[in-house]
């Protein structure tokens, strides 16, 4: 009896280490399975660092070049072109002459003015002598003065009417075009001759608002050429428009002095560079563009935290390349993912990657 109660007791004894064993097998099987399942929950990302950086404040726009001065030059009376004393191509000065009108009819005109002023004159010498003897009245002598200051205003008048057949320059240039041949008649809305200057040039290029408060009047601009590769050319910001287009982009003007050993030409295609330099600029906060996504607002970022991320909001300031400058919500040394955000949400286990 006695053997069959220990035997009970005995196997009593040894199915309860066997459930304590079972029973702990179970709960460390459970705890590793855990572990398994959040690393395998973990999302793969990579991640950039906040840092503090000096930009590279450089941007680039393409214009196009124009002379500074260009005319076109009209005739100042109607007549018949005469002659033309300027080829295209020619180099001209200010007062130069481009070419006559006939001036037949202006020299009777001015013939006649001659003589009614030189009568008109000796009228009035005469009559101031009768003057002071008493011949005329005061009236008498203001009625020719008159007449002989209405004589001279019409003989000046001729005067100039014979100087507009003489075609003049009146800035200094190239001929570009010539509109007239000998014989043609002209009025005055006639174009006769187009006149560039082309010794100083201006560049027009478009600047966007978010560069153009880096551009001051007076900066020296790089400016480089498709048919000039090997050489840059510096100019200077003349212009930039208080108002901006349509396209929010605002017109800048470059003035170039023009080499003659790389000679520049109005219509020529170009890229201006402006460049602040570096000690000038203030280093700034940045992150890597690759924080943003199309998933996102486009001023939230996820940041890492013991191996989790939480979404944050950001103020971003300008964009440098492929870095943004952000101007609160992020600390020097905050670790922001650039890969993988699209499957991430707030507080979403991450596994960093290389």
Same mark, same amino acid.
């Given at each position: 009896?006695?053997?069959?109660?220990?035997?009970?007791?005995?196997?009593?004894?040894?199915?309860?280490?066997?459930?304590?064993?079972?029973?702990?097998?179970?709960?460390?099987?459970?705890?590793?399975?855990?572990?398994?399942?959040?690393?395998?929950?973990?999302?793969?990302?990579?991640?950039?660092?906040?840092?503090?950086?000096?930009?590279?404040?450089?941007?680039?726009?393409?214009?196009?070049?124009?002379?500074?001065?260009?005319?076109?030059?009209?005739?100042?009376?109607?007549?018949?072109?005469?002659?033309?004393?300027?080829?295209?191509?020619?180099?001209?000065?200010?007062?130069?002459?481009?070419?006559?009108l006939k001036k037949d009819q202006a020299n009777i005109s001015h013939q006649n003015a001659n003589a009614h002023y030189q009568n008109a004159l000796e009228n009035y010498n005469r009559y101031q002598s009768a003057f002071k003897t008493g011949g005329i009245t005061k009236e008498q002598l203001e009625q020719m003065k008159l007449q002989l200051d209405n004589a001279k205003s019409t003989l000046e008048n001729a005067n100039l009417d014979v100087e507009d057949t003489r075609i003049k320059a009146t800035?200094?240039?190239? *001929?570009?075009?010539?509109?007239?041949?000998?014989?043609?008649?002209?009025?005055?809305?006639?174009?006769?001759?187009?006149?560039?200057?082309?010794?100083?040039?201006?560049?027009?290029?478009?600047?966007?608002?978010?560069?153009? $408060?880096?551009? @001051?009047?007076?900066?020296?601009?790089?400016?480089?050429?498709?048919?000039?590769?090997?050489?840059?050319?510096?100019?200077?910001?003349?212009?930039?428009?208080?108002?901006?287009?349509?396209?929010?982009?605002?017109? *800048?003007?470059?003035?170039?002095?023009?080499?003659?050993?790389?000679?520049?030409?109005?219509?020529?295609?170009?890229?201006?560079?402006?460049?602040?330099? $570096? $000690?000038?600029?203030?280093? *700034?906060?940045?992150?890597?563009?690759?924080?943003?996504?199309?998933?996102?607002?486009?001023?939230?970022?996820?940041?890492?935290?013991?191996?989790?991320?939480?979404? @944050?909001?950001? @103020?971003?300031?300008?964009?440098?390349?492929?870095? *943004?400058?952000?101007?609160?919500?992020?600390?020097?040394?905050?670790?922001?993912?650039?890969?993988?955000?699209?499957?991430?949400?707030?507080?979403?286990?991450?596994?960093?990657? @290389?």
């Open positions: 009896m006695k053997k069959i109660i220990y035997s009970i007791i005995l196997g009593t004894i040894v199915l309860g280490g066997a459930i304590y064993i079972l029973l702990s097998n179970k709960k460390q099987n459970q705890e590793e399975t855990r572990v398994i399942t959040e690393k395998n929950e973990a999302i793969s990302v990579k991640v950039d660092t906040v840092k503090r950086m000096v930009p590279q404040l450089t941007y680039s726009s393409n214009g196009i070049f124009e002379p500074v001065q260009q005319l076109i030059v009209t005739p100042e009376t109607t007549g018949t072109i005469q002659k033309i004393m300027v080829k295209e191509g020619d180099m001209v000065t200010i007062g130069q002459t481009l070419a006559y800035i200094n240039g190239i *001929v570009n075009k010539k509109y007239i041949e000998p014989g043609t008649v002209v009025n005055t809305a006639t174009s006769l001759f187009e006149i560039v200057d082309i010794s100083t040039l201006k560049l027009q290029v478009t600047v966007p608002e978010l560069q153009v $408060s880096n551009i @001051q009047v007076g900066q020296q601009a790089q400016i480089q050429l498709s048919v000039y590769p090997d050489t840059t050319f510096t100019g200077n910001v003349s212009f930039i428009a208080a108002k901006a287009d349509n396209a929010l982009n605002f017109p *800048v003007e470059i003035i170039l002095k023009n080499k003659m050993t790389s000679p520049i030409k109005a219509g020529m295609y170009a890229t201006a560079l402006f460049e602040t330099p $570096s $000690s000038e600029i203030k280093p *700034v906060k940045v992150i890597s563009r690759n924080a943003f996504t199309e998933g996102l607002g486009e001023s939230e970022v996820f940041v890492v935290n013991s191996n989790k991320v939480h979404l @944050q909001k950001v @103020q971003t300031g300008r964009s440098f390349n492929h870095n *943004v400058e952000i101007l609160n919500g992020l600390e020097v040394g905050d670790v922001v993912v650039t890969s993988g955000q699209i499957n991430l949400e707030d507080q979403s286990p991450i596994q960093i990657i @290389q």
